[in-house]
């Protein structure tokens, strides 16, 4: 039997942060780990790359883990703006967002490079988070499995396993709105995603780690994280803040 995947609560800050600010809340949220004895999760913060290095050094000794929101799918080269992930693992960084829903709308990613990266990503030692989700008018014409079973399909490559993967399940139309899908929706995207990622990766699909993210907060947390094959969270807005942070850390310490 496959063990229960331990759950991972990250915080994604999305271009938000500054040097005057941001290395302090991530120490703050470092001190609060250190007082717990044994955690029973893993705690991730993927800040924007200029506090790359200020947050590794934050958090230096720490149980925190950082982690980039997007790699080049080339490991070096002539491509202004983009950074590899080979430089990330040179910051410091063990995990990479891959596809989240503003890189495939404000960039136009698609699942075919997302796949990409995500190759680029494990093959630098890095563990890749996978978004996957639909949006609002896709879930009214009832294409929710629809959908993220084609994004599933191509942006998982051949190589992943429960280690070098994470798949993130975020609905276009919760990431920042304040809406939620019901934890039945949940659980029903979740079981259909882990019945997927079991039938492709056997084992490793039934140990990938199944993040929930759009809108977590600490009002909502508990009962998200309570859902079958929910294994942590992708949080936004209320990762900014160890104020706000810590109580969704805590619903799975
Ligand atoms: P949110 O963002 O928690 O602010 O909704 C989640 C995400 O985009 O990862």
Redesign the pocket.
Known sequence: MVATPRPLIAG?W?MNGLKSAGPREAKKLATRMGKVAKPQCDVLICPPATLLAPLRDALKGSRIAIGGQDCHGNASGAHTGDISAAMLKDSGCRYVIIG???RRADHGESSQEVRVKADAAQAAGLTAIICVGETAAERKAGQTLKVVGKQLTASLAKGCTAKNTVVAY?PVW????GLTPTVDDVRQVHGFIRARLRRRFRDDGAAMRLLY????KGSNAEELMAVDNVNGA?????SLTTADFWPIVATCI
């Open positions: 994604n999305k989240h829903s503003e975020e919760a990431i920042g709105t993210g759009g809108s977590v992708l949080v936004g807005g209320a």
